[in-house]
């Protein structure tokens, strides 16, 4: 019964916006950080952007910093990305993945849960 199911991934021309969602059920979403990964064609997984569970602290990577953003909503479960300023190395599949407590960059972390993730694709 546990799920993290992504949404709101397409295709959207450079320049433009893009708000994902990811919904959980089956565990106590408000105890658990939230993190967004990608993995675009032909590359490993990468961290995007994380949600601390204990003080909603926020983390960007290097290349995102700047034009996402991230949320979360406990009372509808939900976590959100926010893209905006989109560019086509920005194009792979966007997952989200729960942590009991913390933030990690890897996916080797302690994250208990993950979804099956959704395409963005950037491209004129």
């Known amino acids: 019964q546990v799920q993290l199911v992504e949404s709101g991934g397409g295709l959207v021309q450079p320049g433009g916006s893009l708000r994902l969602s990811c919904a959980a059920s089956?565990?106590?979403?408000?105890?658990?950080?939230i993190a967004w990964f990608r993995q675009a064609p032909g590359k490993e997984r990468e961290g995007v952007s994380c949600?601390?569970?204990?003080?909603?602290?926020?983390f960007y990577g290097d290349s995102v910093k700047g034009r996402f953003t991230i949320s979360k909503d406990n009372f509808k479960n939900t976590a959100f990305l926010q893209m905006n300023g989109l560019k086509p190395e920005d194009t792979a599949v966007y997952y989200c993945?729960?942590?009991?407590?913390?933030?990690?960059?890897?996916?080797?972390?302690?994250?208990?849960?993950w979804g099956q993730g959704t395409r963005v694709t950037v491209s004129p």
């Open positions: 993945a729960a942590a009991r407590s913390g933030c990690y960059w890897s996916d080797k972390g302690p994250y208990d849960y």
């Open positions: 089956g565990f106590t979403f408000a105890y658990y950080s």
């Open positions: 949600i601390s569970s204990s003080d909603g602290t926020t």
